[in-house]
């Protein structure tokens, strides 16, 4: 397989196997989700000792928890007896973890404390050899929790190249430099390969065709033609910013036209609130407050399957090759009015929400993608535009925003790791 893989990812075209074939699917399982970095949560969904959630590395479900001693916890949520799972919650707060089969008992760090009719096991039984492993790494920025089951692999800032700085903006658009995720989640499925959501996450191409009921529908309400999606000639860029994280960056357009006031004015008691906030604040600083509170005006894919948009955090999970599970936590911020904060959730929904304008369209998109690919006489997934314009600065590469400069970007990443290169190798590249 290694010879073929090599020739799976062309300069500007990505061959259709490699959203098809289930032995490469279970290749990226083990290559890409086994040796990168991978986001398991943010620390503000455990604030306290006790609280948990799962979380899943590639095919491995984990536990990621707050144990006595403050200190995040992941570990392989498998009972050391018989591979049970013990946690089945989506999240929540316990003191411990207790198998349902045969009723083995772990504590918050994940060792065995006790097992039901223990007489069966003489002093041979070794208790700390069946606590429930710990994975490899797990390092966090600026609350964002990593996981690796490559115990090798580079630390996580480096990895993290010039996706940090990304990572920075989306957290200090709170003013006191916190973000709070815990305003609950929306997960979807599609039937299609899970990297079509990771090039669509950062897709600047498409939103003006696909999404244009969502515009049509602005533009009748506010009366004013937004154009920043349908023009090229914007302060917008895309880039690969390194180690395959990409970026669509519209911050300056976003900023010139303050997307997010628009959107409000156009919401139920989104003009009264406005009002207030201008009597508060005067009406420059309402302005600012408003437009750092709608959003980030950048969409980045923290490689392979984390994903910062607007007011979220996505995580991409691949279920099988053709199967794909997206689960979405809109992030509050610390600091700001809990009323702007209800029209951030608010705005979010209205786009992304599970009856929002934009995620169905995105979602049909890709069932339609999966679909076509399997016309066998046309072999490539073309990801050529842009390749006369982009620009090279050591490894971020920069294209326009309707280019496809760091989606190439991605599959580079993606074809080196695949051929085994470990991403601590990668990273010093
Ligand atoms: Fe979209």
Redesign the pocket.
Known sequence: MDRSLEHLVRETAVHRSVYLDPDIFACELERIFGSTWIYVAHESEIPEAGDFKRATIGANPVIVVRGVDREVHVVFNRCAHRAVTVCQAQAGHTSFFRCAYHGWTYDLSGKLTGAPFPKAYDDSFDRTLFGLRPVARVESYRGFVFACLDANVCGLREWLAGAAEYIDAFTDSSPSGSIVARSGSQRYWYKGNWKLQVE?SV?GY??YV??KTFFDMQTRRSGQRSDMYSREDTASFVAGLGNGHAVVDSRPEFAKSNVFLERMRMSPGGPELIADLERQYGADQARELVGRVGGNGFNIVIFPNLVLIQAQIRVIQPIAVDRTEVQIWPVTLDGVPARLNQMRLRAHELFFGPAGF??P??LE?FNRTQAGLAASPVEWMDFSRGTNRERREGERVTGEVTDETHQRDIYRTWQRLMAGIPNHALAAT
């Open positions: 669509g897709d498409h939103p696909l999404h934009g995620s369209d995105d998109a």
